[in-house]
């Protein structure tokens, strides 16, 4: 939009709860750091389109936030260099196909 940078993603979801919510705005925060490196300027405006209920919702980015998302997109590089993912079982090792092959856990 003009010199307007601005980061838009289009969600299909029925509704979109709390905690949905919570994991669409640090996928779109993340968006807007690698966005921010790729233009060399920072994201004016962030919005999660809602297209079923017909809404946009603003997601905010402060310094702290984008600190924070830099700080972990480093930590996983450097984990990806070394080749350490450490296993965090959970519920999610239910459904896995990994879970007691691959990975060690059950």
């Known amino acids: 939009e003009g010199s307007e940078l601005v980061l838009v993603d289009y969600k299909t979801d029925r509704s979109i709860s709390d905690e949905r919510l919570g994991r669409y705005s640090t996928q779109l925060r993340l968006y807007a750091v690698a966005l921010s490196r790729v233009f060399g300027r ?11 209920q017909g809404r946009e919702i603003r997601v905010t980015l402060s310094q702290a936030d984008a600190h924070a998302l830099d700080q972990a997109v480093e930590e ?24 007691g092959g691959a990975c060690p856990e059950p």
Request: a positive charge; hydrophobic letters at 35%; glycine letters at 6%.
């Open 42 to 52: 920072r994201v004016d405006r962030i919005v999660l389109a809602a297209l079923t």
């Open 76 to 99: 996983f590089r450097d984990a990806h260099r070394k080749g350490s993912f450490p296993s965090r079982p959970g519920r999610q090792c239910e459904w896995c196909p990994y879970a």
